[in-house]
Protein backbone atom coordinates (compact mmCIF):
# COMPACT_ATOMS: atom_id res chain seq x y z
CA UNK A 1 0.00 0.00 0.00
CA UNK A 2 1.41 3.36 -0.96
CA UNK A 3 1.69 5.80 1.96
CA UNK A 4 0.50 9.53 1.08
CA UNK A 5 2.84 12.03 0.37
CA UNK A 6 2.20 15.01 3.03
CA UNK A 7 3.42 18.64 2.64
CA UNK A 8 5.08 18.50 6.12
CA UNK A 9 6.84 15.27 5.78
CA UNK A 10 10.29 15.66 6.23
CA UNK A 11 12.82 15.91 3.51
CA UNK A 12 14.96 13.27 5.06
CA UNK A 13 12.34 10.31 4.44
CA UNK A 14 13.29 10.77 0.67
CA UNK A 15 16.76 9.46 1.11
CA UNK A 16 15.09 6.57 3.34
CA UNK A 17 12.32 6.06 0.38
CA UNK A 18 15.01 5.96 -2.56
CA UNK A 19 17.31 3.18 -0.59
CA UNK A 20 14.59 0.73 1.12
CA UNK A 21 11.29 1.16 -1.67
CA UNK A 22 10.52 -0.12 -5.13
CA UNK A 23 11.06 2.84 -7.71
CA UNK A 24 7.02 3.35 -8.22
CA UNK A 25 7.03 4.04 -4.53
CA UNK A 26 9.67 6.15 -4.60
CA UNK A 27 7.81 8.10 -7.45
CA UNK A 28 4.77 8.39 -5.80
CA UNK A 29 6.39 10.36 -2.85
CA UNK A 30 8.88 12.36 -4.79
CA UNK A 31 5.61 14.23 -5.79
CA UNK A 32 5.16 15.46 -2.35
CA UNK A 33 8.50 16.79 -1.99
CA UNK A 34 10.37 17.86 -5.22
CA UNK A 35 9.63 21.78 -4.85
CA UNK A 36 11.09 21.92 -1.57
CA UNK A 37 13.72 19.61 -2.09
CA UNK A 38 17.23 20.66 -2.34
CA UNK A 39 20.01 20.02 -4.38
CA UNK A 40 21.45 18.49 -1.18
CA UNK A 41 18.44 16.56 -0.45
CA UNK A 42 18.38 15.22 -4.41
CA UNK A 43 22.29 14.16 -3.77
CA UNK A 44 21.40 12.60 -0.34
CA UNK A 45 18.82 10.44 -2.68
CA UNK A 46 20.75 9.70 -5.64
CA UNK A 47 22.99 8.29 -3.35
CA UNK A 48 20.68 6.30 -1.26
CA UNK A 49 19.55 4.45 -4.71
CA UNK A 50 22.76 3.86 -5.99
CA UNK A 51 23.26 2.13 -2.54
CA UNK A 52 19.61 0.55 -2.14
CA UNK A 53 19.22 -3.21 -1.80
CA UNK A 54 16.25 -3.09 -4.37
CA UNK A 55 16.49 -4.64 -7.95
CA UNK A 56 15.31 -1.81 -9.24
CA UNK A 57 17.76 0.39 -7.89
CA UNK A 58 19.47 0.97 -11.39
CA UNK A 59 16.21 2.49 -12.84
CA UNK A 60 15.73 4.12 -9.79
CA UNK A 61 19.52 6.03 -10.15
CA UNK A 62 18.48 7.18 -13.85
CA UNK A 63 14.82 8.07 -12.54
CA UNK A 64 16.30 10.61 -10.24
CA UNK A 65 18.86 11.65 -12.77
CA UNK A 66 15.84 12.99 -14.84
CA UNK A 67 14.44 14.62 -12.29
CA UNK A 68 17.82 16.78 -11.95
CA UNK A 69 19.29 15.09 -9.23
CA UNK A 70 23.41 16.00 -9.24
CA UNK A 71 25.73 13.12 -10.53
CA UNK A 72 28.20 14.51 -7.42
CA UNK A 73 32.00 13.16 -7.54
CA UNK A 74 31.15 10.96 -4.31
CA UNK A 75 28.37 10.36 -2.84
CA UNK A 76 26.86 7.83 -4.68
CA UNK A 77 30.05 5.61 -5.19
CA UNK A 78 30.38 5.67 -1.86
CA UNK A 79 27.21 4.34 -0.68
CA UNK A 80 27.38 1.75 -4.21
CA UNK A 81 31.31 1.02 -2.50
CA UNK A 82 29.54 -0.16 0.79
CA UNK A 83 27.72 -2.33 0.00
CA UNK A 84 28.33 -5.59 2.27
CA UNK A 85 28.01 -7.22 -0.98
CA UNK A 86 31.64 -7.18 -2.67
CA UNK A 87 30.80 -8.22 -6.38
CA UNK A 88 27.44 -5.94 -6.55
CA UNK A 89 30.09 -3.16 -4.83
CA UNK A 90 32.29 -3.68 -7.76
CA UNK A 91 29.95 -3.81 -10.82
CA UNK A 92 27.72 -0.99 -9.34
CA UNK A 93 31.06 1.47 -9.62
CA UNK A 94 31.66 0.21 -12.77
CA UNK A 95 27.93 0.80 -13.98
CA UNK A 96 28.32 4.26 -12.62
CA UNK A 97 31.54 5.29 -13.79
CA UNK A 98 30.26 3.74 -17.55
CA UNK A 99 27.26 6.91 -16.65
CA UNK A 100 29.92 9.23 -16.29
CA UNK A 101 30.25 9.57 -12.68
CA UNK A 102 33.88 10.47 -11.62
CA UNK A 103 34.72 8.08 -8.58
CA UNK A 104 36.96 9.84 -5.73
CA UNK A 105 38.29 9.61 -2.79
CA UNK A 106 34.93 8.76 -0.76
CA UNK A 107 34.67 5.70 -2.45
CA UNK A 108 38.28 4.50 -1.99
CA UNK A 109 37.87 4.88 1.82
CA UNK A 110 34.60 3.13 1.44
CA UNK A 111 36.32 0.25 0.07
CA UNK A 112 39.04 0.42 2.36
CA UNK A 113 36.29 0.26 5.39
CA UNK A 114 34.94 -2.78 3.87
CA UNK A 115 37.68 -4.71 3.34
CA UNK A 116 36.33 -5.08 -0.29
CA UNK A 117 40.08 -5.68 -2.78
CA UNK A 118 38.21 -6.03 -5.71
CA UNK A 119 36.18 -2.14 -5.61
CA UNK A 120 39.74 -1.04 -3.84
CA UNK A 121 41.89 -1.99 -6.62
CA UNK A 122 39.23 -0.65 -9.35
CA UNK A 123 39.07 2.31 -8.01
CA UNK A 124 43.02 2.72 -7.39
CA UNK A 125 44.36 1.20 -10.61
CA UNK A 126 41.17 0.86 -13.31
CA UNK A 127 39.43 4.33 -12.14
CA UNK A 128 42.88 6.07 -11.03
CA UNK A 129 41.72 7.89 -8.26
CA UNK A 130 44.69 10.11 -6.71
CA UNK A 131 45.35 9.90 -3.31
CA UNK A 132 44.34 12.91 -0.98
CA UNK A 133 46.24 14.39 1.63
CA UNK A 134 44.04 13.02 4.95
CA UNK A 135 45.01 10.52 6.66
CA UNK A 136 41.01 9.43 6.21
CA UNK A 137 41.09 6.50 3.90
CA UNK A 138 44.28 4.19 5.53
CA UNK A 139 41.96 4.97 9.10
CA UNK A 140 39.20 3.47 7.35
CA UNK A 141 41.29 0.50 6.56
CA UNK A 142 42.30 0.29 9.96
CA UNK A 143 38.84 0.49 11.59
CA UNK A 144 37.80 -2.38 9.64
CA UNK A 145 40.69 -3.83 10.58
CA UNK A 146 41.99 -4.67 6.95
CA UNK A 147 45.63 -5.19 6.11
CA UNK A 148 45.29 -5.72 2.77
CA UNK A 149 43.40 -3.32 1.93
CA UNK A 150 46.19 -1.05 4.01
CA UNK A 151 48.72 -2.52 1.98
CA UNK A 152 47.09 -1.37 -1.02
CA UNK A 153 46.45 2.33 -0.02
CA UNK A 154 50.81 2.01 1.18
CA UNK A 155 51.31 0.78 -2.33
CA UNK A 156 49.79 3.14 -4.26
CA UNK A 157 50.89 6.20 -2.22
CA UNK A 158 48.97 6.99 -0.02
CA UNK A 159 49.42 8.59 2.82
CA UNK A 160 49.51 6.85 6.19
CA UNK A 161 52.29 8.44 7.96
CA UNK A 162 51.12 9.84 10.91
CA UNK A 163 50.57 9.41 14.74
CA UNK A 164 46.65 8.70 14.81
CA UNK A 165 47.02 5.53 12.13
CA UNK A 166 48.68 3.50 14.55
CA UNK A 167 47.18 4.98 17.56
CA UNK A 168 43.85 3.37 15.94
CA UNK A 169 45.03 0.43 15.22
CA UNK A 170 46.08 -0.18 18.63
CA UNK A 171 42.98 1.10 20.19
CA UNK A 172 41.44 -1.86 18.04
CA UNK A 173 43.67 -3.80 19.36
CA UNK A 174 44.78 -4.89 15.98
CA UNK A 175 48.37 -6.01 16.21
CA UNK A 176 48.91 -7.61 12.61
CA UNK A 177 47.89 -3.74 11.75
CA UNK A 178 50.06 -2.24 14.41
CA UNK A 179 52.82 -4.84 13.70
CA UNK A 180 52.74 -4.06 9.92
CA UNK A 181 52.74 -0.33 10.27
CA UNK A 182 56.00 -0.63 12.71
CA UNK A 183 57.71 -3.02 10.35
CA UNK A 184 57.16 -0.11 7.94
CA UNK A 185 57.96 2.52 9.71
CA UNK A 186 54.70 4.32 9.94
CA UNK A 187 55.18 5.40 13.39
CA UNK A 188 56.19 8.39 15.51
CA UNK A 189 59.84 9.01 15.95
CA UNK A 190 58.76 11.49 19.00
CA UNK A 191 55.17 12.65 20.00
CA UNK A 192 54.53 14.51 23.52
CA UNK A 193 50.62 14.42 23.16
CA UNK A 194 50.53 17.18 20.48
CA UNK A 195 52.26 19.92 22.62
CA UNK A 196 54.73 20.57 19.84
CA UNK A 197 55.32 19.61 16.28
CA UNK A 198 56.08 15.96 15.44
CA UNK A 199 58.59 14.66 14.29
CA UNK A 200 58.81 11.70 12.00
CA UNK A 201 60.97 8.52 10.77
CA UNK A 202 60.29 8.21 7.04
CA UNK A 203 61.60 4.98 5.87
CA UNK A 204 63.46 3.97 9.04
CA UNK A 205 63.15 -0.52 9.08
CA UNK A 206 63.00 -1.95 12.12
CA UNK A 207 65.04 -5.24 11.24
CA UNK A 208 68.44 -6.29 11.46
CA UNK A 209 70.85 -4.09 10.37
CA UNK A 210 68.77 -1.12 10.41
CA UNK A 211 68.12 1.79 13.51
CA UNK A 212 64.97 1.13 15.16
CA UNK A 213 62.77 3.67 15.57
CA UNK A 214 61.51 4.66 19.38
CA UNK A 215 58.20 3.72 19.54
CA UNK A 216 56.15 6.45 21.62
CA UNK A 217 53.85 5.26 25.14
CA UNK A 218 50.92 6.82 23.78
CA UNK A 219 51.51 3.66 20.95
CA UNK A 220 51.10 1.75 24.30
CA UNK A 221 48.56 3.03 26.01
CA UNK A 222 46.52 2.90 22.62
CA UNK A 223 46.95 -1.04 23.07
CA UNK A 224 46.03 -0.81 26.84
CA UNK A 225 42.56 1.26 25.77
CA UNK A 226 42.03 -1.71 23.91
CA UNK A 227 42.40 -4.55 26.57
CA UNK A 228 44.50 -6.96 23.80
CA UNK A 229 47.40 -8.26 26.49
CA UNK A 230 49.04 -9.87 23.01
CA UNK A 231 49.31 -6.56 21.88
CA UNK A 232 50.72 -4.78 25.08
CA UNK A 233 53.64 -7.92 25.27
CA UNK A 234 54.29 -7.31 21.65
CA UNK A 235 55.04 -3.53 21.87
CA UNK A 236 56.98 -4.07 25.35
CA UNK A 237 58.89 -6.86 24.01
CA UNK A 238 59.89 -4.15 21.31
CA UNK A 239 60.81 -1.88 23.86
CA UNK A 240 58.12 0.39 23.60
CA UNK A 241 57.34 2.22 26.83
CA UNK A 242 54.75 3.13 29.00
CA UNK A 243 53.47 6.00 31.02
CA UNK A 244 52.41 5.53 34.06
CA UNK A 245 49.89 8.55 34.37
CA UNK A 246 47.90 6.43 31.67
CA UNK A 247 48.50 3.13 31.08
CA UNK A 248 46.22 1.81 33.86
CA UNK A 249 43.64 4.42 33.01
CA UNK A 250 43.69 3.09 29.67
CA UNK A 251 43.51 -0.43 30.82
CA UNK A 252 40.95 0.43 33.16
CA UNK A 253 38.78 1.48 30.45
CA UNK A 254 38.73 -1.08 28.33
CA UNK A 255 37.35 -3.05 31.32
CA UNK A 256 39.91 -5.77 30.40
CA UNK A 257 40.88 -7.11 34.32
CA UNK A 258 43.57 -9.33 32.55
CA UNK A 259 44.99 -6.23 31.54
CA UNK A 260 45.05 -4.74 34.39
CA UNK A 261 46.48 -7.63 36.61
CA UNK A 262 49.47 -7.73 33.33
CA UNK A 263 50.48 -4.54 33.68
CA UNK A 264 50.39 -4.87 37.89
CA UNK A 265 52.70 -8.11 37.36
CA UNK A 266 55.29 -6.12 35.11
CA UNK A 267 55.64 -3.47 37.42
CA UNK A 268 53.55 -0.70 35.46
CA UNK A 269 53.39 1.54 38.26
CA UNK A 270 49.67 3.24 39.62
CA UNK A 271 48.61 7.25 38.96
CA UNK A 272 48.47 8.63 42.29
CA UNK A 273 45.25 10.28 40.91
CA UNK A 274 42.98 7.96 40.98
CA UNK A 275 41.83 8.13 37.81
CA UNK A 276 41.20 4.38 37.02
CA UNK A 277 39.14 4.54 39.82
CA UNK A 278 37.03 7.37 37.67
CA UNK A 279 36.64 5.62 34.66
CA UNK A 280 35.91 2.16 35.78
CA UNK A 281 33.21 3.99 37.90
CA UNK A 282 31.88 5.92 34.54
CA UNK A 283 31.53 2.97 32.84
CA UNK A 284 29.87 1.01 35.73
CA UNK A 285 32.78 -1.54 35.79
CA UNK A 286 32.38 -2.75 39.29
CA UNK A 287 34.32 -5.88 37.88
CA UNK A 288 37.40 -3.17 37.12
CA UNK A 289 36.93 -1.31 40.25
CA UNK A 290 37.18 -4.32 42.05
CA UNK A 291 40.30 -5.62 40.60
CA UNK A 292 42.02 -2.06 40.74
CA UNK A 293 41.23 -2.41 44.55
CA UNK A 294 42.39 -5.77 45.11
CA UNK A 295 45.47 -5.01 43.18
CA UNK A 296 46.36 -1.63 45.43
CA UNK A 297 45.80 1.43 43.23
CA UNK A 298 45.50 4.23 44.86
CA UNK A 299 42.21 6.60 45.28
CA UNK A 300 44.14 10.07 44.78
CA UNK A 301 44.15 12.72 46.88
CA UNK A 302 41.52 13.12 49.24
CA UNK A 303 39.30 10.76 47.83
CA UNK A 304 40.18 12.02 44.21
CA UNK A 305 38.54 9.06 43.17
CA UNK A 306 35.01 9.30 44.30
CA UNK A 307 34.78 13.89 43.86
CA UNK A 308 35.28 12.98 39.92
CA UNK A 309 33.37 9.92 39.59
CA UNK A 310 30.07 11.46 41.24
CA UNK A 311 30.57 14.43 38.93
CA UNK A 312 29.59 11.92 36.09
CA UNK A 313 26.13 11.67 35.32
CA UNK A 314 27.13 8.25 33.84
CA UNK A 315 28.63 7.02 37.12
CA UNK A 316 25.84 4.43 38.85
CA UNK A 317 24.86 5.15 42.15
CA UNK A 318 25.87 1.43 42.97
CA UNK A 319 29.65 2.38 42.14
CA UNK A 320 29.53 5.34 44.52
CA UNK A 321 27.99 3.33 47.21
CA UNK A 322 31.23 0.74 46.09
CA UNK A 323 33.81 3.51 46.93
CA UNK A 324 32.49 4.66 50.07
CA UNK A 325 32.13 0.87 51.38
CA UNK A 326 35.37 0.14 50.44
CA UNK A 327 36.79 3.54 52.47
CA UNK A 328 37.71 5.61 49.73
CA UNK A 329 38.72 8.42 51.82
CA UNK A 330 36.01 11.21 51.13
CA UNK A 331 35.04 13.74 53.55
CA UNK A 332 31.18 13.84 52.15
CA UNK A 333 30.57 16.79 54.47
CA UNK A 334 33.35 18.78 52.46
CA UNK A 335 32.31 18.23 49.48
CA UNK A 336 28.77 18.88 49.98
CA UNK A 337 29.73 21.96 51.48
CA UNK A 338 31.91 23.11 48.33
CA UNK A 339 29.62 21.73 45.58
CA UNK A 340 27.08 24.00 47.13
CA UNK A 341 29.64 26.74 47.65
CA UNK A 342 29.73 26.11 43.30
CA UNK A 343 25.86 26.41 43.03
CA UNK A 344 25.76 29.72 44.73
CA UNK A 345 28.56 31.15 42.94
CA UNK A 346 27.12 29.71 39.60
CA UNK A 347 24.09 31.78 40.67
CA UNK A 348 25.80 34.85 40.13
CA UNK A 349 28.44 34.15 37.68
CA UNK A 350 27.78 31.56 34.79
CA UNK A 351 30.44 29.34 34.62
CA UNK A 352 31.56 27.05 31.76
CA UNK A 353 30.90 23.23 32.49
CA UNK A 354 33.46 21.84 33.64
CA UNK A 355 35.43 18.86 32.18
CA UNK A 356 37.20 15.42 33.63
CA UNK A 357 40.74 14.71 32.06
CA UNK A 358 41.51 12.29 29.57
CA UNK A 359 44.75 11.93 28.52
CA UNK A 360 44.58 12.67 24.09
CA UNK A 361 45.89 9.14 23.20
CA UNK A 362 42.55 7.71 24.55
CA UNK A 363 41.02 9.35 21.53
CA UNK A 364 37.96 10.48 23.65
CA UNK A 365 35.82 13.49 24.22
CA UNK A 366 36.16 15.28 27.12
CA UNK A 367 34.02 14.02 30.02
CA UNK A 368 31.63 17.03 30.80
CA UNK A 369 31.22 16.65 34.53
CA UNK A 370 27.83 17.39 36.06
CA UNK A 371 26.40 20.73 37.49
CA UNK A 372 27.22 21.01 40.98
CA UNK A 373 23.56 21.53 41.70
CA UNK A 374 22.90 18.22 40.29
CA UNK A 375 25.90 16.80 41.83
CA UNK A 376 24.41 17.76 45.02
CA UNK A 377 21.17 15.96 44.26
CA UNK A 378 23.13 12.51 43.53
CA UNK A 379 25.05 12.82 47.10
CA UNK A 380 21.73 13.01 48.88
CA UNK A 381 20.33 10.10 47.64
CA UNK A 382 23.58 8.39 48.29
CA UNK A 383 21.98 9.40 52.29
CA UNK A 384 24.48 10.03 55.21
Known amino acids: MLLQPRGDEPLAIVGDVAHGCDLATLQHHWRGWAEGASDLDKERALAAAAGSPTPDWAAKVEWLEAQGCPRTVGAAAKAAASLPNHSEALARLAWLRGRGYRLGTKAVKAAARTGNMAALQYLLDEAGVQPDESLEAAEAAVEGGHLAALQALGRAGWPMGGFLVPLAAARGGRLHLVAWLVERSYLPAAWDGGRRALAWLPGV ?15 FSAAAQSGRVELMAWLRKRGCDWDPEVAFVAAAWSGCVAALEWLKERGCPFPDTGEPYVVACRNGDLAAAR ?27 SLLRWLLSEGCPIDLGALRAQLQAEVEAEARYPMVPRTAFL ?3 LGKEPILLMPPGRALERLKQLGS
Open 205 to 219: RTGRGSRAARLPPEL
Open 291 to 317: CLRRLGCPWGNAGRAFRVAARMAETPL
Open 359 to 361: PLS
